[in-house]
T-cell receptor
Framework: GDSVTQMEGPVTLSEEAFLTINCTYT??????LFWYVQYPGEGLQLLLK?????DKGSNKGFEATYRKETTSFHLEKGSVQVSDSAVYFC?????????????FGKGTKLTVNP | GAVVSQHPSRVICKSGTSVKIECRSL??????MFWYRQFPKQSLMLMATSNEGSKATYEQGVEKDKFLINHASLTLSTLTVTSAHPEDSSFYIC??????????FGPGTRLTVT
């Protein structure tokens, strides 16, 4: 079945450092790809998404490009802030039974120190 | 907008008892709701999908008699863990989607069975 593999954490960075969290996927079709963020004590929030190959999703300084040739959707940010400390989940979607279902990676915990 | 709440946020129950978790969409009508389970350092695993007024569709390996899901209205779904045992201890997360496919997540419920 479809699956998502993302780099294991935890990741600890200093403020203003460059962030990359790797994500690769396996899918039989052409899924949409997502990054979700979970701040402490809160539910998952959609950070960005891309629906087809070569699309770039971006939000709050984060970017990820849908690379079909490498089946990847790596998350990047040029300069992280303390407020970016959270758990980040890569996910893909597929349609089944009329519903769009999500498959998640294991999550990567990011801690940004001042 | 698109806020999903869960209640309770934490619950402790004794082995053999049942516990009900509520998931509400506060500002939109949720035609589809999803229930996930998250183990420590693991990804979210989809348990079941429910459409308002219909029986839930359970993922392979999920016991439907143990995890009872009711989606009685467009704003409320409930998950009842029946005859809970310590191995049912986990973090349960719901999400809801309306007219579009995007899922909005609740903050989760931590269940501990003693």
């Amino acid at each position: 079945g479809d699956s998502v593999t993302q780099m294991e954490g935890p990741v600890t960075l200093s403020e203003e450092a460059f962030l990359t969290i790797n994500c690769t996927y396996t899918a039989t079709g052409y899924p949409s790809l997502f990054w979700y963020v979970q701040y402490p004590g809160e539910g998952l929030q959609l950070l960005l998404k891309a629906t087809k190959a070569d699309d770039k999703g971006s939000n709050k300084g984060f970017e990820a490009t849908y690379r079909k040739e490498t089946t990847s959707f790596h998350l990047e940010k040029g300069s992280v802030q303390v407020s970016d400390s959270a758990v980040y989940f890569c996910a893909l979607s597929f349609t089944e039974g009329g519903s769009e279902k999500l498959v998640f990676g294991k999550g990567t915990k990011l801690t940004v120190n001042p | 907008g698109a806020v999903v709440s869960q209640h309770p946020s934490r619950v402790i129950c004794k082995s053999g008892t049942s516990v009900k978790i509520e998931c509400r969409s506060l500002d939109f009508q949720a035609t589809t709701m999803f229930w996930y389970r998250q183990f420590p350092k693991q990804s979210l695993m989809l348990m079941a999908t429910s459409n308002e007024g219909s029986k839930a569709t359970y993922e392979q390996g999920v016991e439907k008699d143990k995890f009872l899901i009711n989606h009685a209205s467009l704003t409320l779904s409930t998950l009842t863990v029946t005859s809970a045992h310590p191995e049912d201890s986990s973090f349960y997360i719901c999400s809801a989607s309306g007219q579009g496919y995007e899922q909005y997540f609740g903050p989760g419920t931590r269940l501990t069975v003693t």
